[in-house]
């Protein structure tokens, strides 16, 4: 079987124990290979029988088969070359940050070199036909997150019509989104702590069969059983709250995407936007 890690649990239904291996992992996938299965077996809090029956559930042979297939997919990634990461992680060893300022900016990039050696090109060109052939677009996120959303609308509202805001946890986004149908889709960022906003939306929005783009920490969300399509990003930041450096950059990434797609029938309309936003001095 040679789908990974990923792949193998996308579409399985996790247990609570289950969720909880398989969140370990997805926060090790660097290190986890070289490990002995006690290691993971005392920080998940379970048993070693537990891991290895999980992960031939998971169509592994054992732990020794899941560790080989983990770093041969580094071995393969990297192709005996340093990745930006661990180019990263020695050059981190010799510098003295010295300063909080210092230490968010090298998370961001820590974070941004994950995202880098995850970065699925084609499900971000997929994603973009989805908002280019959809009727209306609703872009929601809430408290935090929505910065994603502000950002992305900000940036497509120039050349992409149809796009709804939902940015206000409360009735008014319910209300925009009482007409959705099939012909329309959500794009969510939602990260931890999801709201409860966020499962009440993505419910009516499957069963009114609009397609569902989901920005989230990762495949084991309980959001992402909605998802048609399903980007996952790491929001660790240093203190309590997320990092949103990483999926500001996809979001940014994927306006451009629609950009080239449409621009040559959406110069029309950028430049009747340009012309009354000078008029009225909106800079």
């Not at 560790?67 to 997919?73: D, F, H, L, R, T």
């Not at 946890?169 to 099939?182: F, G, H, M, P």
Request: one cysteine or more; a neutral charge; charged letters at 25%.
């Amino acid at each position: 079987n040679s789908m990974n890690f990923e792949d193998r649990i996308k579409d399985k239904t996790l247990t609570k124990k289950e969720k909880i291996i398989a969140d370990y992992i997805l926060d090790n996938m660097e290190t986890i290979g070289f490990g002995p299965i006690k290691d993971v077996a005392n920080a998940c809090g379970v048993s070693d029988t537990s891991i290895i029956r999980f992960l031939r559930e998971l169509g592994y042979a054992g732990y020794t088969d899941f560790k080989k297939s983990i770093n041969e997919k580094f071995i393969e990634q990297y192709n005996a070359n340093l990745s930006p990461m661990q180019k990263f992680n020695q050059s981190k060893n010799y510098i003295n940050t010295g300063s909080i300022a210092s230490e968010v900016l090298y998370n961001s990039i820590n974070n941004i070199n994950k995202a880098i050696n995850s970065l699925d090109d084609k499900l971000l060109l997929d994603i973009a036909d989805c908002l280019i052939n959809s009727r209306n677009k609703y872009i929601v996120a809430f408290r935090g997150t929505s910065c994603c959303a502000d950002y992305f609308w900000r940036k497509a509202i120039y050349f992409l019509p149809g796009l709804v805001l939902c940015n206000k946890a409360e009735s008014e986004t319910l209300e925009k989104l009482v007409d959705i149908n099939q012909n329309d889709c959500i794009l969510m960022f939602s990260y931890p702590r999801y709201s409860q906003i966020c499962t009440i939306i993505l419910e009516l929005a499957k069963k009114r069969g609009a397609k569902i783009i989901l920005f989230t920490d990762r495949i084991t969300s309980p959001l992402a059983a909605y998802a048609d399509y399903i980007v996952t990003t790491n929001v660790t930041g240093l203190s309590f709250t997320n990092s949103y450096v990483v999926p500001l950059c996809l979001a940014e990434a994927l306006a451009v995407i629609i950009s080239k797609k449409v621009e040559n029938i959406s110069a029309e309309r950028l430049e009747l936007l340009d012309e009354n936003i000078y008029k009225a001095n909106l800079y």
